[in-house]
């Protein structure tokens, strides 16, 4: 009891790093669409908006909460290269400025005049990211900041929705849309990428373990069983807010009709369940769910950006990666999100294939051939996911992909995976 009450501010801190715009957006989306269908639907979400990203923390906590470290099994290029893309796609590139255009496009522009709008992103993102960094720059207070005083406010509000919601729902399900009408699972596990928690989950481990040593906590026995309770916690907080939202969504067309569009719905859903009063509790959920994750973000970029070049300080990358945020922010969320999918379809299975090598490489002596086939076969396909989801396509190869098991469920890359380490596994053993 004494470990759980200890350590229940750094799984609130992890369960607020975690959830972000996207976590808040997609799920009414997925209900929408999914309607009847919400069981396979609320479950492929959760696979990949819950269950992965906990493997993940599991995994990187086991081996020093540190990504590059484990990356380096496979190969000092790859370590660098891999790593570095993931904290860039997490970071400055897509997920940062992801979290100040949600917070202007849902918490605040509801409550501007139509000639406001136009300068409004500009300020929004201006205040939003003063504050991140702020916030940022000295991460040894951030669970008090953040675990102590953010995450409790930001479960009491989408608490409101959620127990209002179910309460007195708005409406029946309403019928499935599109592809949910017969792959609902599938096609929301894909939309977990969107969350991009399993990317976060492989870098937040590292923000931990800095978080508790600034608490004095040293003894890495002791780092990784908070890590992994931590890791717990977050993960029961993310599947109630999932299971809330998309709940919502499924109920509101007859309420507020079918909008296709996350953000309308969530803002549409909270205005019909408490007035215009709703509007207000949303604005405050996205605004604390984005500042949390943006500043976890900023100071894991800055970590391990400033262990790559000593020369340039924390303090400096954090900066750096506020600025450049604010500027990318700047483009519209629309935007954004076009450009992150391909990205995401592309490293989101080597992430899950290199997190589940690293829980049990025991079994295979941490072999690098092992490693490298199993993440070069999946590769091969999800490089080609990430060409066909930006609107390219190379025929002849997309016939010979066509005939790998799971591949019209966009999980191709799958049995690819399992004969890469199963053959890297069989050279192991006749060369070891």
């Given amino acids: 009891m004494k470990f759980i009450k200890e350590n229940l501010a750094v799984g609130f801190m992890l369960f607020a790093l975690f959830l972000g715009a996207g976590n808040i957006i997609f799920p009414p989306e997925l209900g929408q669409n999914a309607g009847t269908a919400f069981i396979p639907s609320i479950i492929g979400f959760l696979i990949t908006g819950v269950g992965l990203p906990l493997i993940g923390i599991i995994a990187?906590?086991?081996?020093?909460?540190?990504?590059?470290?484990?990356?380096?099994?496979?190969?000092?290029?790859?370590?660098?290269?891999?790593?570095?893309?993931?904290?860039l796609s997490i970071g400055p590139l897509f997920a940062i400025p992801r979290t100040g255009?949600?917070?202007?496009?849902?918490?605040?522009?509801?409550?501007?005049?139509?000639?406001?709008?136009?300068?409004?992103?500009?300020?929004?993102?201006?205040?939003?990211?003063?504050?991140?960094?702020?916030l940022s720059l000295n991460p040894s207070k951030m669970v008090d900041r953040i675990g102590k005083v953010l995450t409790p406010a930001l479960l009491f509000v989408i608490a409101l929705l959620a127990v209002k919601a179910f309460i007195t729902p708005m409406g029946e399900f309403g019928e499935p849309?599109?592809?949910?009408?017969?792959?609902a699972f599938s096609e929301s596990f894909i939309q977990g990428y969107l969350t991009m928690d399993v990317l976060a989950s492989l870098v937040f481990g590292i923000v931990i373990v800095q978080a508790l040593q600034a608490k004095g906590i040293t003894d890495r026995a002791?780092?990784?069983?908070?890590?992994?309770f931590a890791g717990i916690v977050a993960a029961v907080g993310l599947a109630f807010v999932y299971i809330s939202l998309e709940y919502i969504g499924a109920t509101s067309v007859d309420s507020i009709g079918y909008l296709g569009d996350?953000?309308?719905?969530?803002?549409?859903?909270?205005?019909?369940?408490?007035?215009?009063?709703?509007?207000?509790?949303?604005?405050?959920?996205?605004?604390l769910a984005c500042i949390t994750t943006a500043v976890g973000l900023v100071s894991a970029n800055a970590t391990f950006f400033n262990k790559l070049f000593p020369k340039?300080?924390?303090?400096?990358?954090a900066v750096i990666f506020t600025i450049f945020s604010f500027v990318i922010s700047n483009f519209g969320l629309s935007k954004l999100i076009s450009i992150t999918l391909p990205v995401l379809m592309f490293i989101y299975p080597i992430a899950i294939v290199l997190m589940f090598l690293v829980l049990f490489d025991q079994m295979f002596n941490r072999a690098p051939i092992v490693y490298s086939l199993a993440l070069f076969a999946t590769a091969l396909v999800s490089l080609y996911d990430g060409i066909k989801t930006a609107g390219y396509s190379i025929g002849w190869y997309e016939n010979i992909l066509t005939l790998l098991p799971?591949?019209?469920?966009?999980?191709?890359?799958?049995?690819?995976?399992?004969?890469?380490?199963?053959?890297?596994?069989?050279?192991h053993l006749f060369t070891k």
């Fill in 262 to 287: 996350g953000g309308s719905i969530i803002a549409q859903s909270a205005k019909a369940l408490y007035g215009s009063f709703g509007n207000i509790i949303l604005s405050v959920v996205i605004i």
């Fill in 177 to 183: 849309h599109g592809v949910y009408a017969t792959n």
């Fill in 60 to 87: 990187v906590a086991k081996n020093g909460g540190d990504l590059q470290l484990v990356a380096n099994r496979i190969h000092p290029l790859f370590s660098i290269l891999f790593t570095g893309v993931v904290y």
């Fill in 222 to 228: 002791k780092q990784v069983k908070t890590t992994i």
């Fill in 312 to 317: 340039l300080s924390y303090k400096t990358l």
């Fill in 406 to 427: 799971l591949y019209d469920q966009s999980i191709g890359w799958l049995v690819p995976a399992i004969v890469g380490l199963v053959i890297g596994w069989i050279i």
């Fill in 101 to 134: 255009a949600v917070t202007y496009e849902i918490g605040i522009a509801p409550f501007l005049s139509e000639s406001a709008k136009s300068s409004g992103l500009l300020i929004t993102t201006i205040i939003f990211f003063v504050i991140v960094l702020y």
